[in-house]
C-alpha cells in the first residue's frame, strides 16, 4: 500500500477494525484514511494508533498534527464502496402511492434519500418512463409536468442539503411519438444521466410469450377478454421510433456522453443492433445466450437484484442468480425494491459460494463504469472519493448498513440493539 502523509489542518478519519472490500479482495488487518473528501492511504492497522476515540472525538493534544481527526471503529464489519443502482423506478411509487395520489415532489426526494441511504445506495439513477399509454397501471408521476419537475429537483439538489447523490435515467418507450423533442432538450440541458429504449409490445421482449403480458394486465386491471385482446392488437399495432430517429437520440446522446441502454434484449440480432447506433449497456437480457452475447459485444449486461431473492424472474425469464453463475451479469439493480442489493449480494455469496469481492462489485465498480463514474467512485482505492459504508452482520444472518459515509462526510449510523 502507498503511505502519505496526514496533512495537518485538513478533516481526516480512519476507520479500523474493518474488513476492506476492494476490487479484488477483501483485506484484514488494514485501516482507510480519509482526508476531506478523499481515500488517502490504507495502511496496516499497527501503523498509528489513536487510543479509543471514536467517531466526532479528537484524540491527542490540541496542538497535535491529528488534531482534526477522528477515529471510526467498524466493529469487525464489511468497509465496501457506496452501491451504484442504475435503473430503479422506486422514486415513482413514493411520488405516487395510489394511482390518485400524488405527493410533493421534492418532500419525495427528501424522503426517499433517507431511506435508500439505509439500504447502502449513496448513488441513485431515478428511471422515469416516458409511456405513451399507461397499460397497466396510473402512474401521474409520468405525466410530463411531474417529469419535467423532478427532473428540476434532482439538479437543484446538487447545490442543496442533501445525502447521497441524484441522477435521472430517462427510460424511453419506443412507441411514444409525442414527446420525443422533450427527450432531446433533456438531454441537451445536461439534466439527465443515462437513456435507455425500451419497448414492451407483447410478442417480444419481455413479453414473448404474449400470455404472460396478458396474466400482467389482469393483474393490475379488471378487464374481459375483448377488452384484453384489443389492448394486444393496439399495442402490437401502434407505430414505433424508426431507426432514423433512434440514432439520431443515440448520437445526440454520445455527444453529451450520456450512456445509453437497450431493454429486454432477447435476440442476438436486437443486440447486434442495438449496439451498432451505441448502446453500451443491455438491461434486463431475457436468456442466458442473449446475456453472454451483450457481453461479448462489450456490453455492460444488467439483472435485478430482486430476481435473485425470488428465486427467479417474475416474467419467467432468465435467473439473475443463473446468469451470475454463469459470469454473464455484470450489473445488479434494485429495479423496483431497494433493499434487494446488499441481500443479493450476500445470498449470492452465502447460497453459491461466489466469492464477495466480486458480488461487491457487481454493485459498485461495474454500474460506475457502466455510467463514467469510475473515475470517482465504485471501488475502495487510493484517489477515490469516499462514498462508503460499514456492513455488519445481525446474528451471523441478515446484512445491515450501519454507518454510510457519502463524499467524506458521514451521513448515516445506527446502532442494533438486543
Known amino acids: 500500500m502507498n503511505m502519505h502523509k496526514e496533512e495537518a489542518g485538513m478533516e481526516t478519519i480512519r476507520i479500523t477494525n474493518a474488513k476492506i472490500v476492494t476490487p479484488d479482495e477483501i483485506l484484514v488487518g488494514y485501516d482507510l484514511i480519509i482526508q476531506d473528501d478523499t481515500i488517502t492511504d490504507i495502511v496496516k492497522s499497527d501503523v498509528f494508533k489513536m487510543g479509543n476515540a471514536r467517531i466526532g472525538e479528537t484524540p491527542g493534544s490540541p496542538d497535535s498534527s491529528e488534531s482534526h ?216 437480457p431475457i436468456t442466458l445466450d442473449t446475456a453472454l452475447h451483450a457481453k461479448k459485444l462489450g456490453m455492460e449486461t444488467v439483472a435485478g437484484a430482486p430476481n435473485i431473492l425470488l428465486g427467479g424472474s417474475h416474467s419467467g425469464n432468465l435467473s439473475a442468480a443463473d446468469a451470475v453463475k454463469a459470469d454473464a451479469v455484470t450489473i445488479l439493480c434494485s429495479d423496483y425494491y431497494p433493499a434487494a442489493l446488499i441481500h443479493a449480494i450476500f445470498q449470492l455469496h452465502e447460497e453459491f459460494g461466489m466469492p464477495l469481492h466480486e458480488m461487491v462489485n457487481l454493485v459498485t465498480r461495474n454500474p460506475a463504469r457502466a455510467v463514467n463514474m469510475e473515475d470517482q467512485i465504485g471501488t475502495v482505492e487510493i484517489g477515490k472519493k469516499a462514498d462508503l459504508l460499514i456492513v455488519e452482520r445481525l446474528d451471523d444472518h441478515f446484512p445491515a448498513v450501519t454507518t454510510a459515509i457519502v463524499n467524506g462526510l458521514p451521513v448515516y449510523r445506527t446502532h442494533y440493539r438486543r
Open 69 to 284: 481527526s477522528s477515529l471510526l471503529d467498524a466493529d469487525g464489519g464489511f468497509l465496501m464502496p457506496g452501491f451504484i443502482d442504475i435503473h430503479s423506478d422506486y422514486i415513482e411509487h413514493m411520488a405516487a402511492p395510489r394511482p390518485t395520489s400524488m405527493m410533493d415532489l421534492r418532500l419525495s426526494l427528501h424522503e426517499i434519500e433517507r431511506e435508500l441511504i439505509t439500504h447502502g445506495i449513496t448513488t441513485m439513477f431515478h428511471s422515469l418512463s416516458f409511456y405513451k399509454s399507461l397499460m397497466f397501471d396510473v402512474k401521474p408521476i409520468r405525466d410530463p409536468e411531474n417529469f419535467a419537475r423532478l427532473v428540476e429537483l434532482v439538479s437543484e439538489s446538487h447545490h442543496e442539503k442533501h445525502l447521497i447523490r441524484h441522477r435521472i435515467h430517462a427510460r424511453y418507450e419506443i412507441d411514444n411519438l409525442d414527446r420525443i423533442e422533450e427527450l432531446k432538450t433533456f438531454i441537451q440541458s445536461k439534466k439527465i444521466h443515462m437513456v435507455s429504449f425500451m419497448d414492451h409490445t407483447p410478442g417480444q421482449g419481455q413479453f414473448k410469450d404474449v400470455e404472460l403480458f396478458v396474466k400482467t394486465l389482469r393483474g393490475y386491471r379488471n378487464l374481459d377478454d375483448q377488452e384484453i385482446e384489443n389492448i394486444v392488437a393496439s399495442s402490437q399495432q401502434s407505430p414505433k421510433l424508426t431507426l432514423e430517429v433512434i440514432r439520431e437520440i443515440a448520437e445526440l446522446a454520445r455527444i453529451h456522453q450520456l450512456p445509453l441502454a437497450s431493454h429486454d434484449d432477447d435476440t442476438v440480432d436486437k443486440l447486434e443492433l442495438v449496439r451498432s447506433y451505441g448502446s453500451t449497456i443491455s438491461e434486463f
